[in-house]
């Protein structure tokens, strides 16, 4: 270990609190010396996922935070409070993954073998200047990566490594993807192409269109089209993806998506009498970028499904040696498949900064945020 280490470091919270407000908070937290196995992490980069905003700023008005003492504030509105009553006087440590450089190391060989390496973590509380960790969860970044280039190397690249993998254990042909341009969905373009997987890519204007196409796309729909149906339809018909990722969450999307497979299932397969195509159409919601609760108008048969879809359980399902096999792809192809690039850099104290909180909210696609704790 080395001979010295800070006693100090800043780390952001997310409170509800007990007269109904969501609090960001940049406080001051003690540091210890790692444990045996633990290793205490310089953090130098660290990006806000949509993950990271439903823990940050749960049902809070964006648009309405107050700034505080070394904090921001909003108040949540009184219909949404019961879905956030759990979290009531919890100071959650908040960052689902990010990367740096490791400062000390306890006294264990994997310990020691990582001091003075860039590793990449995903264990939460990663918007801080200094983390503490388990040795065995870091990964060490290939030499020659940047932290920046390591930060993102876990939830969009294992995410989109994960929807491959459920498509091929569901049994499954092809995919749908919405939010297609996003950080995620162009990792899952260049990732399918590489495995010679048909993806089926939703956007909502033709600038995301040419995008996509511009990384070897294939099939792109442009939602804010009058003809998106019947481009749906017909892509779905030619690739046979009938299983689908549906980032928005809310609003009408999952139900058009689950109409187009039945209308693309029925040109192959005749009616199963009113009870549709026997073509079993499943829908995972993993993102909410809309809020709003989402419509199914009931015109796709009987033979569906639609769920919540979870990183972290897909990798349960996997187990440890198959998790760690993804993890090592992602370290080989971190600076090619699996690269992230980012729109804006913003330091601890800027993120509670009531005019950055509103901006990075905006979920724009293509416009990913990233944190630099050491400013």
């Known amino acids: 270990m080395t001979d010295t280490i800070p006693t100090q470091a800043k780390q952001l919270f997310s409170t509800v609190t007990d007269d109904g407000r969501l609090e960001l908070a940049l406080r001051t937290v003690p540091v210890t010396a790692p444990g045996d196995d633990e290793v205490l992490i310089r953090v130098d980069a660290a990006p806000i996922n949509p993950s990271d905003l439903g823990v940050m700023l749960t049902v809070a008005d964006s648009d309405a935070f107050e700034?505080?003492?070394?904090?921001?504030?909003?108040?949540?509105?009184?219909?949404?409070?019961?879905?956030?009553?759990?979290?009531?006087?919890?100071?959650?440590?908040?960052?689902?993954?990010?990367?740096?450089?490791?400062?000390?190391?306890?006294?264990?060989?994997?310990a020691q073998a990582l001091l003075g390496k860039t590793?990449?973590?995903?264990?939460?509380?990663?918007?801080?200047?200094?983390?503490?960790?388990?040795?065995?969860?870091?990964?060490?970044?290939?030499?020659?990566?940047?932290?920046?280039?390591?930060?993102?190397?876990?939830?969009?690249?294992?995410?989109?490594?994960s929807m491959i993998g459920t498509m091929r254990l569901d049994g499954y042909?092809?995919?749908?993807?919405?939010?297609a341009a996003s950080n995620l969905g162009q990792m899952l373009v260049k990732l399918c192409l590489a495995e010679g997987?048909?993806?089926?890519?939703?956007?909502?204007?033709?600038?995301?269109?040419?995008?996509?196409?511009?990384?070897?796309?294939?099939?792109?729909?442009?939602?804010?089209?009058?003809?998106?149906?019947?481009?749906?339809?017909?892509?779905?018909?030619?690739?046979?993806?009938?299983?689908?990722?549906?980032?928005?969450g809310g609003g009408r999307l999952a139900g058009q998506i689950l109409t187009a497979m039945e209308a693309a299932a029925l040109k192959t397969q005749k009616a199963n009498g009113p009870y549709g195509s026997t073509q079993y159409k499943q829908v995972y919601l993993y993102g909410g970028l809309n809020t709003a609760p989402t419509e199914l108008n009931r015109g796709f048969g009987m033979s569906w499904g639609i769920g919540g879809y979870l990183l972290t359980y897909f990798l349960q399902r996997v187990g440890q040696e198959e998790t760690t096999?993804?993890?090592?792809?992602?370290?080989?192809?971190?600076?090619?498949?699996?690269?992230?690039?980012?729109?804006?850099?913003?330091?601890?104290?800027?993120?509670?900064?009531?005019?950055?909180?509103?901006?990075?909210?905006?979920?724009?696609?293509?416009?990913?945020?990233?944190?630099?704790?050491?400013?």
């Not at 590793?119 to 970044?141: D, P």
Request: proline share 4%; aromatic share 6%.
């Open 197 to 248: 997987v048909e993806l089926v890519n939703i956007v909502r204007s033709a600038e995301q269109v040419a995008l996509l196409q511009s990384l070897g796309a294939k099939y792109v729909v442009d939602s804010s089209q009058p003809d998106f149906m019947k481009a749906l339809t017909e892509a779905i018909a030619e690739t046979q993806a009938f299983l689908a990722f549906d980032a928005i």
């Open 325 to 375: 096999k993804l993890r090592d792809r992602v370290a080989r192809e971190l600076k090619t498949t699996f690269a992230s690039a980012y729109t804006s850099r913003i330091t601890l104290q800027q993120a509670i900064e009531p005019a950055t909180i509103a901006a990075y909210n905006r979920r724009a696609t293509g416009a990913k945020y990233l944190i630099t704790p050491q400013g």
């Open 119 to 161: 590793v990449a973590l995903a264990g939460g509380g990663m918007y801080a200047t200094y983390r503490t960790a388990k040795a065995v969860a870091c990964m060490i970044v290939p030499e020659g990566t940047s932290a920046e280039e390591g930060a993102s190397s876990f939830v969009n690249p294992l995410t989109a490594l």
């Open 67 to 110: 700034a505080g003492d070394n904090a921001a504030s909003a108040v949540i509105p009184e219909a949404m409070r019961r879905h956030v009553a759990a979290r009531q006087g919890i100071s959650i440590p908040i960052g689902n993954e990010g990367a740096g450089l490791v400062v000390a190391a306890g006294a264990s060989p994997a």
């Open 173 to 179: 042909k092809a995919l749908i993807h919405t939010a």
